[in-house]
């Protein structure tokens, strides 16, 4: 693959990835109520599941969900249902102070819940699987082998959508003195989980088309 041509995806990756979606909106949540260390978790699973959509993709599923129309409208309510549970579950959650949550003993999430949250928010996108249908073909050389290429472009992503978490978490973090008040954190908690409820309803007007 050219310099210019891997250039030129980073861009569109970095435009893609930085603006706020699920995956983003999931870490600051999480830095939030368990601390940015144990976002980490979240944000590693979320890179995870990054690239099981990419080889979905590229193992032609994309392609599939473009076509079929029962297979798509399954993934969609999924992935709706999904985002909607997150952002029920966030409304609910009882409001903890940010420095109370960041110093107790107790978290309520375990590492491993906090990875395979990330992981569920990232495979059950079909927005995702379109996208990277949509996306890779056109910054693949033709007559190279195609997994070496895959995987670049995987990892580059994946690593601009790490990048773009631990911003958004830092960002947040400049709001400690904001959510140091319960009724601040319960604000918080109403407008991320109504984000998260708004994110999954959008999937459901998401077309049956890879553009």
């Keep these: 693959m050219p310099f210019s041509t891997w250039l030129l995806f980073c861009s569109v990756a970095l435009l893609a990835t930085f603006a706020p979606g699920p995956g983003v909106l999931l870490a600051i949540s999480n830095s939030v109520a ?11 699973g979320n890179a995870a599941g990054l690239f099981i959509v990419s080889g979905a ?34 409304w609910r959650s009882a409001p903890q102070p940010l420095a109370a949550a960041s110093t ?7 590492a491993g819940r906090l990875f395979l949250q990330g992981l ?11 996208f990277f249908t949509a996306l890779f073909p056109q910054f693949l050389t033709p007559g190279a082998p195609l997994l070496p290429q895959t995987l670049l472009l995987t990892a580059t992503f994946t690593a601009l959508a790490l990048i773009s978490h631990a911003f958004y978490v830092g960002l947040f973090r400049s709001l400690r003195r904001f959510l140091t008040e319960a009724r601040h954190m319960r604000l918080f908690n109403r407008v991320s989980g109504g984000l998260f409820v708004l994110l999954g309803l959008s999937l459901l007007r998401l077309r049956n088309r890879a553009a």
């Excluded at 368990?34 to 590693?44: D, E, H, I, N, W």
């Excluded at 569920?120 to 379109?130: F, H």
């Design 57 to 90: 993709a590229t193992a032609g599923m994309g392609a599939l969900l473009a076509v079929s129309a029962s297979g798509f409208l399954i993934v969609k309510a999924v992935g709706a249902a999904y985002l909607v549970y997150l952002g029920i579950r966030q």
């Design 120 to 130: 569920g928010v990232a495979v059950t996108n079909p927005k995702a699987i379109l």
């Design 34 to 44: 368990v601390g940015p260390r144990q976002t980490a978790f979240s944000s590693l």
């Design 104 to 110: 107790s003993a107790a978290q309520p999430h375990t």
